[in-house]
């Protein structure tokens, strides 16, 4: 872990007093700094819903790629 980048944010960005940067657990210190509000990462599960809801052009199918 970036300790001292880390350390910068808890201080600078956030105002926090060292002993109380310190006592913080990893997640308390990343849902202040706002790292729960990005999106979730793709899942397989997700994928494949994606997949299904919007299926490839079967064989031979067009596709918009080419003349035709």
Request: glycine share 14%.
């Amino acid at each position: 872990m970036d300790w001292a980048g880390l350390l910068r944010l808890g201080l600078c960005r956030l105002g926090l007093a060292p002993d109380v940067f310190w006592r913080l657990t990893p997640v308390e210190l990343m849902v202040m700094l706002g790292a729960d509000a990005v999106p979730a990462p793709l899942t397989r599960a997700r994928l494949d819903e994606l997949a299904r809801a919007y299926p490839d052009n079967e064989k031979g199918g067009r596709d918009g790629a080419g003349p035709g």
